[in-house]
């Protein structure tokens, strides 16, 4: 019988609200997961109040502001089912969420991962400046995205299905990639899909648009500064995941073909879409067209300054991604005392894990 686990990582207290209808949400579930699992990353007041709450979840944390891929990592160390998802805390997922990711990865097992649709929740009107085709920087399925199922490079991480067996061939998420302490820094579950599809060459990701999800788009993130500011870290991510990937199996047009096209393609189209509606007497048609442009820019020339940067300086081969126990392997649960480490033979490296990724620094608050 097919098994499925939830993740949701969280490290703000002030979500506090939209983590409970998360957590609402995944209770509503047509299909009822084995295990929830919150881990909680370095919100003492967040993990407090979840301790005091005694819900029915599994309650992890990381011990510290270790950012969210490793957060992610220590919610799969703590799961033995053969699928786990992964949803935001901000996020409410529609009831069939869980079950249409399920139908489509148990149809064939070639299918690695499947990611579904996320549509903003924008709390009131969605400001008239934001252009579809930017949508992806505030954690949105953007324009440009199938919206019918498809074969695709990566799945979008907060709206996510996995194997877990990817887990315990390839390793987990790159601690080098995804939202840090400051920054808004991303790309850790396209580098994890690339590098399974290049160990596992017969695995595919999948994308379903009937696996939905509403993101909460917070207001702080209604602004065109915020927009400039995540294009910037996103540029320096795409540099970042163009090095970790340089290894890999060759691919057919390499780890940025996605980008290239959306560059090339998807935005201008935007940008001629948004002059055209501003002579049809839209005047906001202007300013997303604008928008598309400076967020273009500002990423292609982070992507060109890290780039720079990086030429005498290369990303450490070894060392971003930590051991993730195989299945038949139970979640360790020790005392914040024990730091000792553990190694797998599904380790992608020989390297011993440093304790802050290590499944030994897992605390387990409630069952």
């Given at each position: 019988?097919?098994s499925v686990?939830v993740?949701?990582c969280s490290?703000?207290?002030t979500?506090?609200?939209?983590?409970?209808?998360?957590?609402?949400s995944?209770?509503?579930q047509k299909?009822?997961p084995?295990?929830v699992?919150?881990?909680v990353?370095g919100?003492?007041e967040l993990?407090a109040?979840l301790?005091?709450?005694a819900g029915d979840?599994l309650?992890?944390t990381?011990?510290?502001?270790t950012?969210?891929?490793n957060?992610r990592?220590v919610?799969?160390?703590?799961?033995?089912?053969?699928f786990?998802a992964?949803?935001?805390?901000?996020?409410v997922?529609?009831?069939?969420?869980?079950s249409?990711?399920?139908?489509?990865?148990?149809a064939?097992?070639?299918i690695?991962g499947?990611?579904g649709?996320?549509?903003p929740d924008?709390g009131?009107?969605?400001p008239?400046?934001f252009p579809?085709?930017l949508?992806?920087?505030?954690?949105c399925?953007?324009h440009?995205l199938?919206?019918q199922q498809?074969?695709?490079?990566n799945v979008f991480?907060?709206c996510?299905?996995?194997?877990?067996?990817?887990f315990?061939?390839?390793g987990?998420?790159?601690?080098?990639?995804?939202?840090?302490?400051?920054?808004?820094?991303g790309?850790?579950e396209?580098?994890l899909?690339?590098?399974?599809s290049?160990?596992?060459?017969?695995?595919?990701?999948?994308?379903?648009?009937?696996a939905v999800?509403?993101?909460?788009?917070?207001?702080?993130?209604q602004?065109p500064?915020?927009?400039?500011?995540r294009?910037?870290a996103?540029?320096?991510?795409?540099?970042t995941?163009?090095?970790l990937?340089?290894?890999?199996?060759?691919?057919?047009?390499?780890?940025l073909?996605p980008?290239?096209?959306?560059?090339?393609?998807?935005?201008?189209?935007?940008?001629?879409?948004?002059?055209g509606?501003?002579?049809?007497g839209r005047?906001?048609?202007?300013a997303?067209a604008?928008?598309?442009?400076?967020?273009t820019?500002?990423?292609i020339?982070s992507f060109?300054?890290?780039?720079?940067?990086?030429?005498?300086?290369?990303?450490?081969?070894?060392?971003?991604?930590?051991?993730?126990?195989s299945?038949d392997?139970?979640?360790v649960?020790t005392?914040a005392?024990?730091?000792?480490?553990?190694?797998s033979p599904?380790?992608?490296t020989n390297?011993?894990?440093s304790?802050?990724?290590?499944p030994?620094?897992?605390?387990?608050?409630?069952?």
């Amino acid at each position: 019988m097919t098994s499925v686990s939830v993740v949701v990582c969280s490290h703000l207290v002030t979500r506090w609200p939209q983590l409970m209808r998360a957590l609402d949400s995944i209770r509503e579930q047509k299909l009822v997961p084995e295990r929830v699992v919150l881990v909680v990353d370095g919100d003492d007041e967040l993990l407090a109040r979840l301790y005091e709450r005694a819900g029915d979840e599994l309650v992890l944390t990381t011990g510290g502001r270790t950012g969210l891929s490793n957060a992610r990592n220590v919610g799969i160390a703590a799961v033995d089912s053969e699928f786990v998802a992964f949803l935001d805390d901000d996020a409410v997922a529609d009831p069939s969420w869980l079950s249409s990711l399920v139908q489509v990865a148990a149809a064939d097992t070639d299918i690695l991962g499947v990611g579904g649709w996320v549509t903003p929740d924008w709390g009131g009107e969605k400001p008239g400046w934001f252009p579809a085709e930017l949508f992806w920087t505030v954690g949105c399925s953007h324009h440009g995205l199938p919206t019918q199922q498809t074969t695709v490079r990566n799945v979008f991480g907060g709206c996510a299905l996995f194997r877990r067996s990817v887990f315990a061939i390839t390793g987990g998420f790159d601690t080098r990639l995804g939202r840090q302490i400051k920054g808004a820094s991303g790309c850790e579950e396209t580098e994890l899909c690339i590098r399974a599809s290049s160990v596992i060459p017969s695995g595919r990701f999948v994308h379903e648009p009937a696996a939905v999800i509403h993101h909460h788009v917070h207001t702080q993130r209604q602004h065109p500064s915020y927009i400039v500011r995540r294009c910037w870290a996103e540029g320096a991510s795409k540099a970042t995941l163009r090095r970790l990937c340089a290894g890999y199996r060759a691919q057919e047009r390499g780890p940025l073909g996605p980008e290239r096209d959306f560059i090339l393609k998807v935005l201008p189209r935007g940008v001629l879409s948004g002059i055209g509606a501003f002579l049809r007497g839209r005047p906001a048609g202007l300013a997303q067209a604008g928008m598309i442009v400076v967020g273009t820019a500002t990423t292609i020339l982070s992507f060109l300054v890290a780039v720079t940067r990086t030429i005498f300086s290369p990303v450490l081969a070894k060392g971003g991604s930590p051991v993730i126990p195989s299945t038949d392997s139970s979640p360790v649960e020790t005392s914040a005392s024990d730091t000792r480490t553990t190694d797998s033979p599904d380790s992608p490296t020989n390297d011993t894990p440093s304790p802050e990724t290590t499944p030994s620094n897992i605390h387990k608050l409630s069952a």
